[in-house]
T-cell receptor
């Protein structure tokens, strides 16, 4: 049982490049989400999904796209990277239930945009 | 929407108690959570408290909730070097369904 797996762990991009951050979970969780973590700002929600084929925006969605074609995978796409997107990105998943909480987090992807 | 605030740093000596504080704005929050993030890792759910409780104890961890003041605290007894991490408070968003608002995180440093 691998939990939540994110790849890559580190990435450097040039301004304007695009890339996809991968997230996969093997726990059959309905709910998956992407956060970015910046110093002094905690975690901010980018996009989330409540099930395959369903996605919605969080509080900082601009510059990012997501899709959810399967329950297991929830990739995050940067369309045209900007230095402001330098951050650590976390994917999380959980079962939807009474306790509304992200129970499982990936190890994170540290992205630098130069 | 929900706003969650924490102090950024806390330094304690090994063996002492640590108290990490958090304030939130949404009085309708049903559950409040504490997460721990070790260096280079993702967040792990440490403990939680339901809003109809004042206190919850789990081994060395004690969570206190003051609903009137919208204040949540996490006390770690007999703090060890392995407790050095960033601790996040989190609360459900107002009208936000399944989404959470996280505090800025408190970096706990345990000194020998």
């Amino acid at each position: 049982n691998a939990g939540v797996t994110q790849t890559p762990k580190f990435q450097v991009l040039k301004t304007g490049q695009s890339m996809t951050l991968q997230c996969a979970q093997d726990m059959n969780h309905e709910y998956m989400s992407w956060y970015r973590q910046d110093p002094g700002m905690g975690l901010r929600l980018i996009h989330y999904s409540v099930g395959a084929g369903i996605t919605d925006q969080g509080e900082v969605p601009n510059g990012y796209n997501v899709s959810r074609s399967t329950t297991e995978d929830f990739p995050l796409r940067l369309l045209s990277a900007a230095p402001s997107q330098t951050s650590v990105y976390f994917c999380a998943s959980r079962v939807m239930g009474v306790m509304n909480t992200e129970a499982f987090f990936g190890q994170g992807t540290r992205l630098t945009v130069v | 929407g929900e706003d969650v605030e924490q102090s950024l740093f806390l330094s304690v000596r090994e063996g002492d108690s640590s108290v990490i504080n958090c304030t939130y704005t949404d009085s309708s929050s049903t559950y409040l959570y504490w997460y721990k993030q070790e260096p280079g890792a993702g967040l792990q759910l440490l403990t939680y408290i339901f809003s109809n409780m004042d206190m919850k104890q789990d081994q060395r961890l004690t969570v206190l909730l003051n609903k009137k003041d919208k204040h949540l605290s996490l006390r770690i007894a007999d703090t060890q070097t392995g407790d050095s991490a960033i601790y996040f408070c989190a609360a459900p968003r107002t009208g936000g369904g399944n989404k959470l608002t996280f505090g800025t995180g408190t970096q706990l440093k345990v000194e020998l």
